[in-house]
């Protein structure tokens, strides 16, 4: 389905008794009926995070609640902040309240900004000991003294839910199933849960970080995109956008991107998070963009939520996966056989991406 038009579904659930369906691919089998109906064009359709993560909330509410019935205790994130970025900050206010909501245990781990990378990679190794604690994130960006290689190697990959550990890495490049960078991950599902097909499309990345940028155009090879990267080299930023279908922006540059530079009827996913004067802003200049686009994100209210409720999604796969190693241990039950892709001590088996032919090369 092309930008410009929405699509009116009809669905028919093969688990009739199962009320958490979505577009995207999952456990649920449905057969999907699509109208393609044009869509007025009188202004921009918002993609809100914030219904499709209240959604995956109140099933993941659910699964903690049954976990800790099962188990005796609740899965723990844990948040390692190092310094005062205003920016996450902000981010991590958003996932605090969204572990309350869910009954996840949060523990935010702060370290001052004038410390050694040894620090760093001890405070990391106590979580990773730490049978509680199911999954650890590390907020970005890191102080400038800090490498960040030497952090995300210090996380154990089974506890990496934001899929940062180069084994998670490799994992996503690969097309395997692991833990995805959580905000990548975001990106794509924004786009697909709200109706739109991204098969075909011609999709602009700006920003090539590791936390963002470079998944994301991963992802969207998968989803069979054409994708063009740029970053602070690339010449003609303009004439890249003006082709794009599908533009992400993640350069963590406020009004990088105006309404004169988008091509008309594109679908805008903005990732950045600005903190100006008393405003979180984005990359996209928003109110120039709007009258342009068939769809765009909010700063805040866009990518953010999703992140944060896909974030606790990776957990509880995580504390499920890190249980039964746990009792396979004190079972004395062999190891997965040859066939696990993650192999041992890899993280578990989760939803790489809807849509995904890992094997496809054309």
Known sequence: MSPGFVARATLRCDNPGDDSLSLVAGPVV??????VVPRPRDGARLLEGAPMAAEIRGRISDEVSSFSNRHGFRPTLAVVLIGADAPSAVYLQQIVRTCERTGVTGRVVEIGERVTTALIQRRIDELNRD?????????????????????????????????LHPGNAGLLTL????????????????????????QGLDATVIGR???????VSLLLQREHCTVTMCHRQTRDLSAHVARADLLVVAAGSPGLVT???????????????????????????????LPVVEAITPVPGGVGPLTNAILL???LAAAHAQHDEAGAGRTGRDEPDSGDQTGEGGPPAVPSAPGADPSASG
């Open 175 to 198: 097309g395997y199933e692991g833990f995805l960078p959580a905000t990548a991950q975001a990106t794509v599902e924004i786009v697909k849960r709200s109706g739109y097909r991204l």
């Open 131 to 163: 049978p509680l604690v199911s999954g650890i994130i590390v907020q970005m960006p890191l102080p400038r003294q800090i490498p960040l290689r030497a952090v995300i190697e210090a996380i154990d990959p089974r506890k990496d839910i934001d899929g």
């Open 259 to 289: 309404g004169a530079m988008l091509k008309p009827g594109a679908l805008v996913v903005d990732v950045g998070i600005n903190v100006v004067g008393d405003r979180i802003v984005g990359d996209v200049d928003f109110e120039s963009a």
């Open 209 to 215: 970080s590791n936390v963002v940028g470079r998944p």
């Open 313 to 315: 999604e990776h957990l």
């Open 30 to 35: 449905a057969a999907v009926t699509a109208e």
